[in-house]
């Protein structure tokens, strides 16, 4: 499974954008891109996914550089309820199995 | 979406034991993960488990000490064997999405081994 680094921790304000930096140099042409999130005392949830081109949601957008090997994941305006642990996972083509979760980043939000 | 609930929630153990976690998700799934969460870390995949065949497990997990039942495709268990305190973590269940693009996963169970 391809590797991902990611800051342990960032902290941001709250009703401010957060950019939350994920490096992913070792990427193979059919890896997905995938960020979960998992908030105090519950399972990890899907926040987004991409390929090649910028992804938008309701939850959040995903910058992905052009050569691939890093990618963001923007936070619009962060309230305290996106305090959780964020993971940046690669997973082998669109449709693949299983997730394998790297150590992730402690969001904290000061209000 | 796939709503995913566990049992126990929670439970205390005296080592030696085993425990039996459930898993049951309110529509059928063809795949389906166990992970292992130990205190302050993150999420380690101990195995796959689709129905109508064996787990597979991750490097590291065996089928003595984990084994796993997959009867049909909105349950399946996961035992803890033979207990230590070194398996006090929190237990998750996880389903693919019918579009297999997304995971979604129960809300664990919390394991404190004595």
């Known amino acids: 499974d391809a590797k991902t680094t990611q800051p342990n921790s960032m902290e941001s304000n709250e009703e401010e954008p957060v950019h939350l930096p994920c490096n992913h140099s070792t990427i193979s042409g059919t890896d997905y891109i995938h960020w979960y999130r998992q908030l105090p005392s519950q399972g990890p949830e899907y926040v987004i996914h991409?390929?090649?081109s910028n992804v938008n949601n309701r939850m959040a957008s995903l910058a992905i550089a052009e050569d691939r090997k890093s990618s963001t994941l923007i936070l619009h305006r962060a309230t305290l309820r996106d305090a959780a642990v964020y993971y940046c996972?690669?997973?082998?083509?669109?449709?693949?199995?299983?997730?394998?979760f790297g150590a992730g980043t402690i969001l904290r939000v000061k209000s | 979406s796939a709503v995913i609930s566990q049992k126990p929630s929670r439970d205390i153990c005296q080592r030696g034991t085993s425990l039996t976690i459930q898993c049951q998700v309110d529509s059928q799934v063809t795949m389906m993960f166990w992970y292992r969460q130990q205190p302050g870390q993150s999420l380690t995949l101990i195995a796959t488990a689709n129905q109508g065949s064996e787990a597979t497990y991750e490097s590291g997990f065996v089928i003595d000490k984990f084994p796993i039942s997959r009867p049909n495709l909105t349950f399946s268990t996961l035992t803890v064997s033979n207990m230590s305190p070194e398996d006090s973590s929190i237990y998750l269940c996880s389903v693919v999405s019918d579009r297999k693009e997304t995971q979604y996963f129960g809300p664990g169970t919390r394991l404190l081994v004595l």
């Open positions: 991409g390929l090649t």
């Open positions: 996972i690669l997973r082998e083509g669109e449709y693949g199995n299983k997730l394998v």
